[in-house]
């Protein structure tokens, strides 16, 4: 008997989806597929509005790490009229004015910005000694880190000129220099000046001023630096969830390179206007597609940290996150052989800027961000809170506690201003019985202790701990922080 061939198929009958038999042509009013259910419709009439929403959606989480670096350069340049190449020197540390992802306030910080698309710039380090250092990175601007600056940097605390190349540069690079190659035209650097011991951050300040920043065409002979010291500026480098969001992202991606792995996003954004060589000029039904998806990104995103999963904890029986949540190599690029991460990468850089390229099993500073109270409950505006601290944190140099604003990640604007509390208050605080001290964190301070209190401003607080120079015990995990409880 002759075999059938295996494509053959039975006559008046074919298998379908899930090896169903579909009904024969010769019966079948309608194809097997190739549209939706019967007596179904679309979830809106106006789908053009709702496609623009989407992409808005994706774009705002997609977008979250160039545009918040975008910002600072974007604020510096109309709010305090800083140009390419001026240096940004606090003189002293950050108050609530400067506006910024979970900054600092316990030493002063130096930033600028330079665009390589007018050629390669040239960053002078000054060298780490007796009078002072500095540490920190260069970024491009996806924020990836293209070179560490200080003692744990490329100059090694040498200090030296950094070159930085822009994208596709083939000339010879000059002797002396330290050459960066940067994958996008504009870039940015933040740094902190660390007084050393027996200086002041006076001193600190004086040393940045070290710092020079020029153009390689200008080398033979550079300008006179440019120093801004915004201290008593509002510098508001936060980005924009609203319809805002899409003008950086316009500036940002239609000038930058575009990397292969966002050419679909890149597809995406042209249909909201958002093209190479084309004017930033949305209409009415794209603006307002805009404005909500960054809105809804924004909730989002606050979601995923009200939900934060109980196995990324920093200590499994503690209520604290670390600030640095990397991807599963230790970096913060996200990126994997078959996908990019886009929510944790979107998370990690909505709550944080100036990342290093790698972390390390033993950093040079240790952040811890409390989630939530000791009885698992996220913290509430209005109420007031207070943590004991050990007598004896495992720090080689200091640790401070700042409290920001849940909403915003900054700090918290107040009468006083005050958003720190570190272990150079200590002389100044209300101590325990056992050394420690307990530090207040809420509307109202507790009668007879306003030294140990930090406010909030009804704010939803966020407050978190940093540990400079953090010994073994804490990087193994075997000292733990108790946490934050009512007081109330």
């Known amino acids: 008997m002759k075999r059938m061939p295996l494509h053959s198929v039975c006559m008046g009958a074919s298998i379908g989806p899930g090896g169903q038999s579909a009904p024969s042509a010769s019966k079948s009013t309608e194809p097997f597929g190739g549209q939706p259910p019967q007596g179904t419709q679309a979830s809106t009439k106006d789908l053009d509005y709702q496609l623009k929403y989407q992409r808005a959606f994706e774009a705002t989480l997609w977008a979250i790490p160039a545009a918040a670096i975008y910002r600072f350069r974007g604020a510096a340049f109309d709010d305090l009229g800083l140009k390419d190449n001026d240096i940004i020197v606090y003189s002293a540390p950050a108050t609530p004015k400067l506006e910024a992802l979970t900054a600092n306030s316990s030493t002063p910080y130096i930033t600028a910005f330079t665009d390589l698309q007018k050629g390669p710039a040239v960053l002078e380090v000054p060298a780490a000694g007796a009078d002072g250092s500095v540490y920190g990175q260069v970024v491009d601007a996806w924020q990836l880190t293209i070179a560490d600056v200080g003692p744990s940097g490329k100059d090694q605390g040498k200090g030296g000129k950094y070159l930085l190349t822009p994208p596709g540069y083939k000339d010879a690079i000059p002797d002396g220099y330290i050459h960066i190659p940067s994958p996008n035209y504009r870039v940015a650097f933040a740094f902190r000046s660390v007084p050393v011991p027996g200086k002041t951050t006076a001193d600190a300040y004086e040393y940045a001023k070290r710092l020079r920043m020029y153009y390689l065409y200008e080398a033979e002979n550079p300008p006179k630096q440019r120093f801004i010291d915004p201290i008593n500026d509002r510098y508001a480098t936060l980005p924009f969830y609203d319809e805002r969001m899409f003008k950086d992202i316009h500036d940002i991606f239609t000038i930058e390179p575009v990397r292969p792995q966002d050419k679909l996003m890149m597809g995406m954004l042209k249909s909201l206007g958002i093209e190479r060589g084309k004017p930033y000029a949305p209409g009415e039904t794209t603006t307002r597609a805009m404005r909500q998806g960054a809105i809804d990104a924004w909730h989002y995103l606050q979601g995923v940290f009200d939900n934060f999963p109980t196995d990324k904890l920093f200590w499994p029986d503690r209520h604290y996150a670390s600030l640095m949540q990397t991807d599963d190599n230790h970096r913060f690029t996200y990126d994997y052989p078959d ?26 500073t240790q952040y811890t961000v409390a989630i939530a109270d000791k009885s698992g409950k996220p913290l509430d505006a209005g109420k007031l809170y207070k943590v004991n601290v050990p007598p004896k944190v495992p720090v ?24 720190t509390l570190s272990s150079f208050d200590l002389e100044k605080m209300t101590k325990n019985a056992d050394g420690g001290v307990t530090i207040y964190v809420g509307l109202t301070a507790p009668q007879g202790l306003e030294a140990n209190w930090i406010p909030t401003s009804g704010k939803r607080p966020m407050p978190m701990f940093r540990y400079y120079g953090p010994t073994d015990e804490l990087n193994q995990k075997t000292f733990k922080m108790p946490d934050f409880e009512l007081a109330e």
């Open 339 to 364: 996908r990019i991460d886009i929510i944790a990468r979107a998370a990690q850089y909505a709550w944080c800027t100036y990342v290093p390229e790698v972390l390390s099993d033993s950093p040079a």
């Open 396 to 419: 080689k140099q200091f640790w401070a506690l700042t409290v920001y604003d849940r909403a915003t990640f900054s700090f918290i604007y107040s009468e006083s201003n005050r958003t």
